[in-house]
DNA sequence: TATCAATTGCAACATTGTTGCGTTTAATTT
DNA sequence: AAATTAAACGCAACAATGTTGCAATTGATA
């Protein structure tokens, strides 16, 4: 079995994430990381730090891939079928916990995972009457 | 207000369009297209066609994007808030046009566009015993 | 402290999408 | 039917994002 390692840039980019309160995509932490590591070193830790189940994913609209710290803290089984919310004027991509949607699906089809993202306006931007 | 023309190539699009089922990508388009025209082009033609509100585009959870056809039979208005499925076996994409989530927001967000992709296998692929 | 596989940096490459610009062409007018 | 003209095109170049191979480094363990 593979060991996993604790690593200074690991570390760092864990960091990153505690202080983040929104999901951050591969640019904004190699930007806030500020040439501590490699780009190709962020990938790699992206990789391992999902395979751990310490981060997620996240594929937006626009095309664009976002990652985010997994909230473990009501389920014991770790499941990512929660939704997220993408605001279309500050750009900021949220984990909506809370939010999980219902819906009857055809015969035939075998469901293993969804993804639910919303976009508007966020509660800041909606505030600035934007 | 600018007018829009129709070109061979953009014909040859709306055919392949035609006659697929399934959501595609720009590679798959242009390789049946067979160099009938540039690469450039097709970006710009599906530009086009989502302009025109003909195609829409999907992202998926794996990060690649597809096209497919817009289903306009049933609404007046168009709104593209409608499902997707993408088959972890064979990785079509396809329209669940009569699955529409419900789901319950949290206060001060304004929802504009959903995005609702469901994963698993198809009943092409389920009834294949994979 | 020695060991050794996990991790890293670097270079190179692949894919996907965009932009500028000169040329071609579809649709309209003459 | 020919002239007009803006839309559409091809080509080249570029940018962003992600991947791979390999030699060098380093964290965890003995």
Redesign the interface.
């Known amino acids: 079995m593979k060991t996993t390692r604790n690593t200074a840039a690991k570390t760092a980019v864990l960091e990153v994430f505690e202080k983040s309160k929104t999901a951050l995509s591969h640019t904004e932490i190699h930007k806030q990381l500020n040439d501590l590591c490699d780009r190709v070193t962020i990938y790699r830790i992206l990789d391992r730090l999902i395979n751990e189940d310490i981060i997620h994913k996240i594929?937006?609209?626009?095309?664009t891939?976002k990652y985010a710290k997994c909230n473990h803290s009501h389920q014991r089984v770790h499941i990512h079928n929660h939704?997220h919310?993408s605001c279309?004027n500050c750009h900021e991509i949220t984990c909506?916990e809370?939010?999980?949607?219902?819906?009857?699906?055809?015969?035939?089809?075998?469901?293993?995972?969804?993804?639910?993202?919303?976009?508007?306006?966020?509660?800041k931007c909606?505030?600035s009457n934007i």
């Open positions: 594929s937006n609209l626009d095309g891939v939704a919310f279309e909506l809370s939010v999980k949607p219902s819906y009857i699906m055809p015969h035939n089809y075998k469901v293993n995972e969804i993804n639910f993202t919303l976009s508007g306006l966020c509660p909606l505030n």
